[in-house]
Nanobody
């Protein structure tokens, strides 16, 4: 059973940095896509970044240049480093995974597995 557990959220000042982590377990396939989404109350879940070992990392335009996704293959951890944080980055951040297809998707409906989320609050 695939499990995704996020950590690292909290309060961060505008212009500051935060690093989110996602511990992934319960799968053996090496053909997986791991991604970060975020969601604010009343809004749709927004894709942020995606990682697949045989692809170039993907980023949403809203975070490009400020966010770095990385994967520790040995420890099965996915990270999201956010720098120069903006007020609009405040959200619940979710780690997600899918194992189908030949490339990493960027729509929430494409992902079968989700973590419980970690909250990022931005202080101005």
């Amino acid at each position: 059973q695939v499990q995704l557990v996020e950590s690292g959220g909290g309060s961060v000042q505008v212009g500051g940095s935060v690093r989110l982590a996602c511990a992934a377990s319960g799968y053996t396939s090496d053909r997986f896509c791991l991604a970060w989404f975020r969601q604010t109350p009343g809004m749709r879940r927004e894709w942020v970044a995606a990682f697949r070992s045989d692809e170039v990392d993907k980023y949403a335009d809203s975070v490009k240049g400020r966010v770095t996704i990385s994967h520790d293959n040995r420890n099965h951890k996915l990270y999201l480093q956010m720098d120069n944080v903006r007020p609009e980055d405040a959200a619940m951040y979710y780690c997600a995974a899918h194992f189908r297809g030949t490339y990493c998707k960027t729509t929430s409906v494409s992902f079968d597995h989700w973590g419980q989320g970690t909250q990022v609050t931005v202080l101005s």
